[in-house]
C-alpha cells in the first residue's frame, strides 16, 4: 500500500528515480504498466494491479463505449517499462509532454498505483479546488 507525497525528480532521459519509500515495496525487477486517465498526471500500476483492471475490462462486452475510451486513452499514454537496477522507470514521451512531468514532480502514494505529477501544477490545483464540504459528506458515507 503506497501512502504520502514524496518530492522527486525526471531526468533530461526521462526517467523517474522511485522515492526510496516507494522503492521499498518492489522486488528487484518489478515491471509497471504506466498511463494516464485524463494526460494530466503520470499513473504507475505495478503489474499485478494493471492486470486486476484487464480481468475486469476482459468480463466488459468489447461493444462497450466507456471500455473502448478507457483502452484508448490509457493504450494511447501507456506503455510497459521495467524498474532499472537504480530504481528508475522511464515514463512515456507522450505522457511527459502532456502531463508536464519533468524536472521537479511529486510522487503520490495511492494505495495500490503511484502517480506522478507536475509539482507546480499540482500546488495549483491544490488551492483551486480544496476539498468541499460536499467532498467531505460523501467520504462519511463511507466512514472517512
Known sequence: MFRGNHPARVDEKGRLKIPADFKREFPEKQEFYVTSLDGKRA???PIAEWEKKEEVLAKM???SVAKIKFLDVT???GQMVEMDTQGRVLLPQILRESARVDGEVVVLGK???LEVVNHDDFKAEMVKAPLSMQDMAALAEFGL
Open 43 to 45: 499513473q504507475l500500476y
Open 61 to 63: 462486452p468489447s461493444t
Open 75 to 77: 493504450s494511447y499514454y
Open 111 to 113: 494505495q495500490g498505483i
